[in-house]
Every structure is written in structure tokens, then in C-alpha cells.
């Protein structure tokens, strides 16, 4: 129970981690990227690659895997920053999805549907798997802590106001002199590169990474913890990440107790649950646990209103 409590805490941490850079580009940007699992993967396969097939060091690896994967998504960026909303959607999705493609059949690359093993963990094999998991646990903790402290001076930053600025009506903020695609792509880049951090910490801690890991489900259930947590809120996307990791496991657990149903009528019902649970938190709390709190601009004392 220990090892399955701490391998659900590095868990949790991977979601937060990509909750605070999916945060970047949807909560403060506003653009909608349903593509975030494939940012995801190629951050995994990057540093599986380069640590597997060139022998450099797991740091090394997830290095190269936030650089490439945030020069990946200032292509996606720059492909798609005149489109907005449902379009933008679709297209972002589009890259996921070409992305699993693409891995499934490159066989002499990725192996293909086989997936890659063997990947490397830090101090894996001197390490017994209980003090592994609460080594890499520790990574995880230290990284998603480094990671929020940025993300906060950047959301206090004027470049985090004018993401929240072009988020609210981009056209005011055009007319208020701000290169609006720039911040736009520089936003994706900051994002993509924490997801593609989370895929490379995903991939040495499970050891093996295969296409079908990367489906849209995973975009759902990051898109649930923003909105759970708290849109546009760096605290919110971490709590909202544990409070999603706690749903769908919680259910692992309830799911044996229903008398007379099938494994498969089993996994149908713990997903309803799950759906209902996060309803009934978004009916009240539609902003989510800890909301975003925007800053109160001061009036000078006997200014006109």
C-alpha cells in the first residue's frame, strides 16, 4: 500500500506539472490546446531516445526534452496563431493525434506499437523499488515546486498581464501596442515545455513508453484539474491535479463493492462516478477551489468615476 500511495503521489505530481504549463497557455492566454498530450509524448520519447540510443545522462535527456518540446510548440504556435476557440481546438488536437500516429509507425524509431523499455530511472538499479519510488518522488516535488515559484513570478510579471490581457479581449491589447502572436507563441513555448518535462519524468520513472499511452483522455483529465482547481490560479492547478489523481483512484476501490457487475460494466461505472463527482464540485464551485484572484488596480484618492 505504501509503494502504491507514493507511485500515486509521482503521479499527481506529473499531472501538476502539466497542469501548471497547459495553465500558461489556456488559464492566462486563453487559448485552447486540446493537443496537450502530444507535447506530452514527444517530451517522453525525446528523452527516452536520447538516454537509450545515445547513452546521455537521464538529466541530460529531460533537458533536451523541455528545449525540443518548446521548439515544437512554437511551431504549433506559429501554425496556429491566427486561429481561436473551437478551431483552435480541433487543430491541437489534430497534432496529438498525429503525434501517436506518427510514433505507431516508425518502427526503426519508437518500435512502434511495442513501445520502448528499458527506459532508465535515477539510481534504478542501485536503489531497492521503495526507496526508488521515494527518490523519485522527491525529484518530482522539487521540480513541480521550482516550477510553480516560476510560474508565479511569471504570472505577476507585466508578461503575465498581458497573457491575461490578450485572454480577456486580444483586440484591446493589439490596440494597446502589444505584439499579440508573439506573446501568443511565447506562451505555447513556456507550456510545451513543461509538458514536455512531464512526459520525460513520465517516461524514466514507469521505464517504458508505448503509443497507446498517449490517448485524449489524458488531455481531459489535465483540462478537469484546471478546471477543478481553479482556471488561470498556479495553486489551483496543483491541488486540482491531486484532487483528480484522488477521484480516479478513490473509484478503484468503490467500484468491487457494487454487487453483480461485470469488469467491463465496472470500468463504465467508475468513469460515471467520476464524471459526477467532478459535476457536483464545478455546480458549486464553478470556479473551482481556489479561484483565480485578479489584482485590484488602486483609484487615486478624488479621481472621477
Known amino acids: ?6 507511485a500515486m503521489a509521482v503521479s499527481a ?20 490546446n486540446l493537443g496537450l498530450v502530444g507535447f506530452f509524448a514527444v517530451g517522453a520519447y525525446v528523452s527516452a531516445l536520447l538516454t537509450l540510443k545515445l547513452g546521455l545522462p537521464i538529466a541530460a ?47 526503426w524509431l519508437t518500435n512502434g506499437t511495442d513501445g520502448i523499455s528499458g527506459i532508465a530511472g535515477p539510481y534504478r538499479g542501485s536503489l531497492s523499488p521503495e526507496a526508488f519510488n521515494l527518490t523519485y518522488l522527491a525529484i518530482v516535488t522539487a521540480i513541480v515546486a521550482v516550477t510553480y515559484v516560476m510560474a508565479e513570478r511569471l504570472r505577476a510579471s507585466p508578461f503575465g498581464r498581458v497573457l491575461r490581457a490578450i485572454r480577456d479581449d486580444e483586440q484591446v491589447a493589439a490596440v494597446a501596442g502589444k505584439h499579440v502572436a508573439l506573446f501568443k507563441v511565447k506562451a505555447f513555448a513556456i ?48 491541488v486540482g491535479a491531486f484532487a483528480v489523481v484522488f477521484l480516479l483512484e478513490s473509484t478503484r476501490f468503490v467500484i468491487p463493492l457494487v454487487p453483480g457487475v461485470s469488469a467491463v460494466q465496472g470500468a463504465a461505472l467508475r468513469e460515471l462516478l467520476i464524471a459526477t463527482m467532478l459535476i ?26
Open 191 to 238: 507550456g510545451a515545455a513543461a509538458l514536455g518535462l512531464a512526459g520525460a519524468l513520465y517516461a524514466h520513472y514507469t521505464s517504458y513508453i508505448a503509443p497507446d499511452i498517449f490517448v485524449p483522455l489524458l488531455t481531459l483529465y489535465i483540462k478537469l484539474a484546471l478546471l477543478a482547481g481553479g482556471l488561470g490560479n498556479n495553486r489551483g492547478a496543483i
Open 13 to 32: 505530481g506529473i499531472y501538476a506539472l502539466m497542469a501548471l504549463g497547459v495553465n500558461v497557455i489556456w488559464g492566462l492566454a486563453g487559448m485552447v
Open 280 to 305: 457536483v464540485m464545478l455546480r458549486y464551485r464553478p470556479r473551482g477551489l481556489i479561484p483565480e484572484q485578479l489584482p485590484r488596480i488602486p483609484v487615486p484618492p478624488g479621481s472621477a468615476l
Open 1 to 6: 500500500m505504501e509503494n502504491y500511495l507514493i
Open 61 to 107: 535527456g529531460m533537458a533536451a526534452a523541455t528545449v525540443v518540446t518548446a521548439g515544437v510548440g512554437v511551431l504549433v504556435a506559429l501554425i496556429t496563431v491566427r486561429l481561436r476557440g473551437d478551431y483552435l481546438a480541433i487543430v491541437t488536437l489534430g497534432f496529438a493525434e498525429t503525434i501517436r500516429i506518427v510514433a505507431s509507425n516508425t518502427i
